[in-house]
T-cell receptor, first 115, second 113 residues
Framework: GAGVSQSPSNKVTEKGKDVELRCDPI?????LYWYRQSLGQGLEFLIY????????KSGLPSDRFSAERTGGSVSTLTIQRTQQEDSAVYLC?????????????FGPGTRLTVL | GNSVTQMEGPVTLSEEAFLTINCTYT??????LFWYVQYPGEGLQLLLK?????DKGSNKGFEATYRKETTSFHLEKGSVQVSDSAVYFC????????????FGSGTRLQVQP
């Protein structure tokens, strides 16, 4: 079946602009995660959604970052007033549910470059 | 807090050499352990996992054994190929606390023909 998809694959923006990144999880997966991969920081957790429960936003680096998940499926990560330090690859993952044994399946990522 | 420590790379090997990438973890509890691989230009994909002590995960000739006594999950392969060149990430997850993977910093493997 189809894997996790993300769009766009690449995004170049100017400092101060807002960007939206989209994630389509695997059908039937109730858990969805956003991570950020950057040279200096490695792979960092950003936010976690599980079904209709309140998301865990504890990894978001600032209040410029927000995310939503509509209808328990597609998710959008929004970065307002982008800064150069936001440049990174943003990865989305999904799993059947949250159990520590569950495998998380990753999308190809969105490479964000802030000029 | 929870953390994963991996050996620094890059690791450079000749084809058919034996590979070990060390991974140790710190966790409050008994985590599940994973190795993910990222091939050039591609996304992260699961290589193998182990969910309890003494379990051995294996896939594509790679193996790793969950050692609770040494809090380790070292990745091994008996004979590497050029196509194994990639970045390898060790990770853990726990039912308690944050519901997300905690990753190591990644180890780049370069296999030369």
């Amino acid at each position: 079946g189809a894997g996790v998809s993300q769009s766009p694959s690449n995004k170049v923006t100017e400092k101060g602009k807002d960007v939206e990144l989209r994630c389509d999880p695997i059908s039937g997966h109730t858990a969805l995660y956003w991570y950020r991969q950057s040279l200096g920081q490695g792979l960092e957790f950003l936010i976690y959604f599980q079904g209709n429960s309140a998301p865990d936003k504890s990894g978001l680096p600032s209040d410029r970052f927000s995310a939503e998940r509509t209808g328990g499926s597609v998710s959008t990560l929004t970065i307002q007033r982008t800064q150069q330090e936001d440049s990174a690859v943003y990865l989305c993952a999904s799993s059947l549910a949250w159990r520590q044994t569950d495998t998380q399946y990753f999308g190809p990522g969105t490479r964000l470059t802030v000029l | 807090g929870n953390s994963v420590t991996q050996m620094e790379g890059p690791v450079t090997l000749s084809e058919e050499a034996f590979l070990t990438i060390n991974c140790t973890y710190t966790a409050t509890g008994y985590p599940s352990l994973f190795w993910y691989v990222q091939y050039p230009g591609e996304g992260l994909q699961l290589l193998l996992k182990a969910t309890k002590a003494d379990d051995k995960g294996s896939n594509k000739g790679f193996e790793a054994t969950y050692r609770k006594e040494t809090t380790s999950f070292h990745l091994e392969k008996g004979s590497v190929q050029v196509s194994d060149s990639a970045v390898y990430f060790c990770a853990l997850s726990l039912d308690t606390g944050r519901r997300a993977l905690t990753f190591g910093s990644g180890t780049r493997l370069q296999v030369q023909p």
